[in-house]
């Protein structure tokens, strides 16, 4: 059995890629709620999964709203408004999600878990406030979970995103859909997910397609259709909009090289020369930092004192090589893209003729 949704010309035209910082935080959160160990993401869930404590009641609310297995709300995922929203964006768009769609969306999950937990049922009585509050918890599960790790993880959603531009450009859009999943199969005017048991109305989906790469959603694949409907709000703030444009239909997917994420470098041939301009020090600081790291750990690690490893990540965060992230009693400390530039490996230099 297989699903359909329908494209024209005009949704062809329309489909495009992003990069969705929400669309990690739920399949990610998921999987540290398994507690078993994953052939991909086990050295980050190792790391994380200790954490996850410090996210007190927050971590509750996440939950609730993303099960083990099944639906999660659509309103976790909004449809990106550009090719990479932060995720300040997309959680402003989060807060914004219509009374009627949240009630909608929360009476769904209910039907399919058979209840809604009690942080949930809050959330259903009063969204509004409810919302502001899930924001707060998703931020901070992001800051302990998946921002130490972005830059690494950002870095392949990116090479995917390129790589399926440049198909698209060579070959076509029928080659980069029949090519992103086994479940995918293009023919003619039609889009098909094979066993996959609900259907995808295009009647209650926007113009277009949006696909969006991912590192955590799994083997599968993960899709949002509905509509962004602000009809029938009872919020005054929020006036009747009957004809209210729908959001595109998402489709995530695993994105390429998720394979390689966690695996540890090699030694970087560039470190050598980048220690004659930071210092040997830093330049050290900068190699350990394959994984996100605290200032203990780091001292531990390099036998540098603490003193000596907070001066010196100071001065590596003052230029943007490393960032900090708090996550509970911890701030972690991790490489900046930049950093991952300095450090790639630097090609032999050219023997002088």
């Not at 609900?198 to 009647?203: F, V």
């Not at 919020?235 to 995530?252: F, I, N, R, V, Y």
């Amino acid at each position: 059995m297989a699903a359909e949704l329908l494209f024209t010309a005009g949704d062809l035209a329309r489909m495009r890629f992003a990069v969705s910082p929400m669309w990690e935080v739920g399949p990610s959160l998921r999987l540290l709620r398994s507690g078993l160990p994953h052939a991909v993401h086990r050295p980050w869930a190792e790391q994380v999964r200790p954490r996850l404590a410090a996210l007190g009641p927050a971590y509750g609310l996440l939950a609730e709203l993303v099960p083990p297995a099944g639906y999660v709300p659509d309103f976790v995922n909004p449809a990106p408004a550009g090719p990479a929203p932060t995720l300040a964006e997309e959680l402003a768009a989060i807060r914004a999600t219509p009374v009627g769609q949240v009630r909608r969306d929360l009476d769904r999950l209910a039907e399919e878990q058979g209840r809604l937990g009690p942080r949930l049922r809050a959330l259903h009585a009063d969204p509004a406030a409810g919302l502001a509050r899930l924001t707060e918890a998703v931020e901070a599960y992001w800051e302990l979970a998946l921002a130490p790790y972005w830059a690494r993880t950002r870095a392949v959603l990116d090479a995917d995103v390129l790589h399926r531009a440049r198909q698209a450009a060579e070959h076509g859009a029928a080659r980069v859909l029949n090519d992103l999943h086994a479940e995918l199969c293009w023919t003619e005017d039609t889009l098909r997910l094979r066993h996959r048991t609900r259907p995808l109305p295009r009647r209650t989906a926007g113009a277009g397609l949006l696909l969006i790469p991912s590192a955590f959603t799994g083997p599968g694949l993960y899709t949002r259709i509905g509509r962004l409907d602000l009809s029938g709000s009872p919020d005054p703030s929020h006036p009747q909009h009957p004809s209210a444009p729908s959001d595109p239909p998402q489709l995530a997917y695993p994105a390429r090289g998720i394979g390689g994420l966690w695996a540890a470098a090699a030694p970087m041939p560039g470190t050598e020369a980048l220690a004659g301009v930071l210092g040997r020090s830093r330049a050290l600081l900068l190699s350990e930092l394959a994984a996100p790291a605290s200032t203990t750990e780091l001292a531990r690690r390099t036998g540098l004192s603490p003193s000596a490893v907070s001066q010196y990540l100071a001065a590596l965060r003052d230029a943007r090589l490393v960032s900090a992230h708090r996550a509970g009693r911890w701030v972690l400390y991790a490489r900046t893209a930049s950093a991952e530039a300095l450090l790639a490996p630097l090609a032999p230099p050219t023997p002088e003729g």
